[in-house]
């Protein structure tokens, strides 16, 4: 039996189909994933190229023809005359690989820490949960502002707007390491004193061949759980930098640049060019976190 045949009769995927919620979330969140890796070739422009708008068909409603060009937009247009179905897509891009790169740098930095402060203990466990303890007080999106206003400071203004997607991934990822430290510290302190991770002290093993190959195996499904729940949170957390003008640049708008664009027309009469990426950001939003929820119930053994 190959291993795809064992995944279709193992229980995990029999919970899976027989969960509507969770399918119908898997099904939203490929689609949107989806439709951002091939957003070149869905978009009907380029929405963010100057030579290919016409600002004659600004303000285009849904799905009506623009009364000078004669051009019909299926989601309408912006002032720019901007595509919204099209910014929508390259939008999810910029949310989707910020969202993706701050929860991978957060689960390696916290899995790493809570990896040495549970195997060595210590005065370098306190000092590292210590820390942690110290930045839960604070708000997660103050922790990724302040982070974010630093590092934007200390950056030349002619490169800003260059790297200002990766000051955001790590913004958001250094305040959101803690809870994968947490974790990973719980399960190391069980692991260390197991029979296993004695026998490997005794024919050799170094403590970073034990940390890896030993015991950070054994913490991997706590670890994807809580990742994929970070995930919802990450890509919220960006959304809301960007609305407040402190996320992605305008060259490279995400899906909360586009609401906070949005927002200036809501009540010129202009709705849509708000309603399609909020509810765009509230569908992935909720699928995710949708399906993270069941991911953490199918993988707790108390609920077997």
Same mark, same amino acid.
């Given at each position: ?104 740098? !957060? ?5 790493? *820490? %809570?990896?040495? /402060?549970?195997? =060595?203990?210590?005065?370098?466990? +306190?000092? $590292? ?107 919220? !957390? ?5 609305? *407040? %003008?402190?996320? /992605?640049?305008? =060259?490279?708008?995400?899906?909360? +640049?586009? $609401? ?45």
């Amino acid at each position: 039996m190959n291993n795809l045949s064992r995944f279709l009769a193992s229980d995990f995927f029999y919970k899976f189909r027989r969960s509507p919620v969770a399918v119908i979330a898997f099904i939203v969140t490929v689609f949107l994933v989806l439709s951002a890796v091939l957003a070149p070739l869905l978009a009907t422009q380029n929405p963010f190229d100057p030579g290919s708008l016409n600002l004659m068909n600004g303000f285009s409603k849904p799905g009506v023809p623009n009364d000078f060009t004669g051009e019909t937009f299926m989601l309408g247009t912006d002032d720019q005359g901007r595509d919204i179905y099209s910014t929508i897509l390259y939008g999810l891009r910029v949310s989707l690989f910020v969202g993706f790169s701050a929860v991978v740098f !957060a689960m390696v930095l916290g899995a790493t *820490l %809570g990896l040495i /402060a549970g195997y =060595t203990g210590g005065r370098t466990d +306190t000092i $590292i949960m210590r820390i942690a303890d110290i930045q839960l007080t604070f708000p997660a999106i103050l922790v990724a502002l302040l982070i974010f206003g630093i590092a934007k400071g200390i950056t030349p203004p002619s490169y800003r707007d260059e790297v200002a997607i990766w000051v955001l991934i790590i913004a958001i990822g250094l305040s959101d390491w803690v809870q994968f430290a947490r974790v990973v510290r719980g399960a190391t302190l069980v692991e260390r004193n197991k029979e296993y991770v004695q026998a490997a002290k005794l024919i050799g093993r170094s403590p970073f061949s034990i940390m890896i190959k030993h015991i950070l195996p054994n913490t991997l499904g706590p670890v994807l759980v809580i990742a994929t729940i970070s995930l919802a949170l990450a890509i919220i !957390a960006e959304a809301t930098l960007s609305f *407040l %003008g402190v996320g /992605a640049p305008p =060259t490279q708008p995400s899906l909360g +640049t586009l $609401i906070r664009i949005g927002q200036g027309f809501l009540f010129s009469g202009e709705w849509w060019i708000l309603f399609y990426p909020a509810m765009t950001l509230l569908l992935l939003a909720l699928s995710v976190n949708l399906l993270g929820d069941w991911l953490r119930d199918a993988l707790n053994p108390k609920l077997k």
